[in-house]
């Protein structure tokens, strides 16, 4: 069986309470009301029964029926009058007449006493009846009323009561559920996001309610997906440096097993190339002899690469003027590149830019990144290198003019092995990109506007007092 709503409760609850407040209130209303009437009407008949007693007193005395029974029949006009009796000394009727009227009915006495005339007035003070059962005593007045007219406007004041109490507790019900379903919609409205977002809709957001604790709750709740996200991010983020991680250990245990299998037969036979030539005299000029020398060296670069690449060494770190090591790089370029039709515009300040780094893995890892951009140019253009210091980081731009790299190979290309040259080893490139993670720093790529693309290099710079 399902369980009822916060709704339904808040509503049930509200309309009880209301309900039970309307009828406690009107109860006690009704019942200080009957009081009151029942108090006011009794000193009424009171009044009458005094009042016929003073005007009884001399027919008792001279025992004139007639004029009793005119004063009874006057009181009996009353509405609510049914009987009127009047007593002599020793209890005889003298008078009494009677109509029949239905309802409970209830008897009010007063004295007929002996007064003496400075006394007459005190039978009209509502609040005395003095009692002289002695010698001053000469009868007695007895009055039956009917409640009936008090008990039929209490019964239909109750009636109207309750039909007014059903009507507020319904208003106030009805305004209430309004007011409840606006409070409760946007929990509800929650909880229906909370269980889409369970099936796998993890782009849904709640929306922010218009109450102040509703907009605080959707608030929290987009805070927690957000975070979600975030967690799963770096979740797949470290999955998948963990995977590289394992793959480049795999492979880098199968670059050192292949790179020492072929590094001594390739000794060998650069060792025996050599002796060929001493022996038969072969100039370096010979075709297949320069074929055969280009070939090896290309091999042992490989491997050279291959053994860098899989069994990093360990930096070894020292505050170093990056500017001018830069420079040095810079030269060292343009004496191998002598004769290229690729020309180098550098702009690297002359000011000192110093930094915590190992320069010989900082020149090779420099070094990889312009070997990639002269040969991203062919033969032709323009290989740019902008040097700058500022925020506590020394920046290193190197552009190139080439054909730019692929959108679906830009995320790939400081992947190992990942090439788009039929000559390249595609190690180059990741090289630099663990060189500069090794100095705390970061490399980035992306294709300029007008063609080629741009290598930026970061690293965070040190202060030396």
């Given at each position: 069986?399902?369980?009822?709503?916060?709704?339904?409760?808040?509503?049930?609850?509200?309309?009880?309470?209301?309900?039970?407040?309307?009828?406690?209130?009107?109860?006690?209303?009704?019942?200080?009301?009957?009081?009151?009437?029942?108090?006011?009407?009794?000193?009424?008949?009171?009044?009458?029964?005094?009042?016929?007693?003073?005007?009884?007193?001399?027919?008792?005395?001279?025992?004139?029926?007639?004029?009793?029974?005119?004063?009874?029949?006057?009181?009996?006009?009353?509405?609510?009058?049914?009987?009127?009796?009047?007593?002599?000394?020793?209890?005889?009727?003298?008078?009494?007449?009677?109509?029949?009227?239905?309802?409970?009915?209830?008897?009010?006495?007063?004295?007929?006493?002996?007064?003496?005339?400075?006394?007459?007035?005190?039978?009209?003070?509502?609040?005395?009846?003095?009692?002289?059962?002695?010698?001053?005593?000469?009868?007695?007045?007895?009055?039956?009323?009917?409640?009936?007219?008090?008990?039929?406007?209490?019964?239909?004041?109750?009636?109207?009561?309750?039909?007014?109490?059903?009507?507020?507790?319904?208003?106030?019900?009805?305004?209430?559920?309004?007011?409840?379903?606006?409070?409760?919609?946007?929990?509800?409205?929650?909880?229906e996001e909370a269980r889409l977002v369970a099936k796998g809709d993890l782009e849904l957001r709640a929306?922010?309610?218009?109450?102040?604790?509703?907009?605080?709750?959707?608030?929290?709740?987009?805070?927690?997906?957000?975070?979600?996200?975030?967690?799963?991010?770096?979740?797949?983020?470290?999955?998948?440096?963990?995977?590289?991680?394992?793959?480049?250990?795999?492979?880098?245990?199968?670059?050192?097993?292949?790179?020492?299998?072929?590094?001594?037969?390739?000794?060998?036979?650069?060792?025996?190339?050599?002796?060929?030539?001493?022996?038969?005299?072969?100039?370096?000029?010979?075709?297949?002899?320069?074929?055969?020398?280009?070939?090896?060296?290309?091999?042992?670069?490989?491997?050279?690469?291959?053994?860098?690449?899989?069994?990093?060494?360990?930096?070894?770190?020292?505050?170093?003027?990056?500017?001018?090591?830069?420079?040095?790089?810079?030269?060292?370029?343009?004496?191998?590149?002598?004769?290229?039709?690729?020309?180098?515009?550098?702009?690297?300040?002359?000011?000192?830019?110093?930094?915590?780094?190992?320069?010989?893995?900082?020149?090779?890892?420099?070094?990889?990144?312009?070997?990639?951009?002269?040969?991203?140019?062919?033969?032709?253009?323009?290989?740019?290198?902008?040097?700058?210091?500022?925020?506590?980081?020394?920046?290193?731009?190197?552009?190139?003019?080439?054909?730019?790299?692929?959108?679906?190979?830009?995320?790939?290309?400081?992947?190992?092995?990942?090439?788009?040259?039929?000559?390249?080893?595609?190690?180059?490139?990741?090289?630099?990109?663990?060189?500069?993670?090794?100095?705390?720093?970061?490399?980035?790529?992306?294709?300029?506007?007008?063609?080629?693309?741009?290598?930026?290099?970061?690293?965070?710079?040190?202060?030396?007092?």
């Amino acid at each position: 069986m399902k369980k009822p709503g916060i709704h339904f409760r808040i509503l049930l609850a509200t309309f009880l309470l209301i309900s039970a407040t309307t009828f406690t209130l009107g109860a006690m209303g009704v019942n200080i009301t009957r009081k009151f009437m029942q108090s006011r009407f009794e000193e009424r008949i009171s009044f009458l029964a005094r009042y016929l007693a003073l005007n009884a007193e001399l027919g008792i005395l001279i025992d004139d029926r007639v004029m009793l029974k005119t004063l009874a029949g006057n009181l009996l006009s009353e509405e609510d009058v049914a009987q009127v009796t009047i007593l002599d000394s020793n209890g005889k009727k003298i008078a009494d007449i009677s109509k029949d009227i239905s309802g409970p009915l209830n008897i009010v006495e007063a004295p007929v006493l002996l007064k003496e005339s400075h006394d007459e007035s005190l039978a009209f003070e509502l609040d005395t009846a003095p009692e002289a059962p002695g010698k001053g005593l000469i009868g007695k007045v007895l009055i039956t009323y009917s409640t009936r007219g008090i008990d039929n406007l209490l019964s239909a004041m109750k009636i109207h009561f309750i039909w007014l109490s059903a009507a507020l507790a319904g208003l106030a019900g009805l305004i209430f559920y309004f007011i409840s379903r606006s409070l409760v919609a946007p929990v509800t409205e929650l909880a229906e996001e909370a269980r889409l977002v369970a099936k796998g809709d993890l782009e849904l957001r709640a929306r922010p309610g218009s109450l102040p604790e509703t907009r605080k709750l959707a608030l929290a709740f987009n805070a927690m997906l957000d975070s979600l996200d975030r967690g799963r991010e770096e979740l797949a983020r470290a999955r998948e440096k963990m995977a590289r991680q394992n793959s480049l250990a795999e492979m880098g245990k199968f670059s050192m097993m292949i790179a020492h299998e072929v590094k001594n037969p390739l000794g060998i036979i650069k060792s025996s190339l050599d002796i060929l030539k001493k022996d038969f005299k072969l100039p370096d000029s010979t075709t297949m002899i320069r074929y055969m020398e280009d070939e090896i060296r290309r091999l042992n670069s490989l491997i050279e690469d291959f053994l860098s690449f899989a069994h990093p060494v360990r930096p070894s770190f020292r505050h170093v003027d990056v500017n001018a090591l830069l420079k040095e790089i810079m030269m060292g370029f343009e004496i191998q590149k002598v004769g290229s039709p690729v020309e180098i515009h550098s702009h690297i300040p002359s000011e000192p830019c110093h930094a915590r780094v190992d320069p010989d893995l900082i020149t090779r890892a420099i070094g990889n990144i312009l070997k990639n951009a002269f040969e991203a140019n062919g033969d032709k253009g323009v290989v740019s290198i902008t040097v700058s210091c500022q925020n506590d980081k020394w920046f290193v731009d190197i552009q190139d003019q080439g054909e730019g790299i692929d959108s679906e190979n830009i995320h790939k290309i400081f992947e190992p092995f990942f090439t788009t040259r039929s000559k390249g080893t595609g190690l180059g490139l990741a090289y630099a990109s663990q060189v500069i993670r090794l100095h705390n720093g970061t490399i980035s790529v992306k294709n300029r506007e007008e063609g080629g693309a741009l290598f930026r290099v970061e690293i965070p710079i040190s202060i030396i007092n």
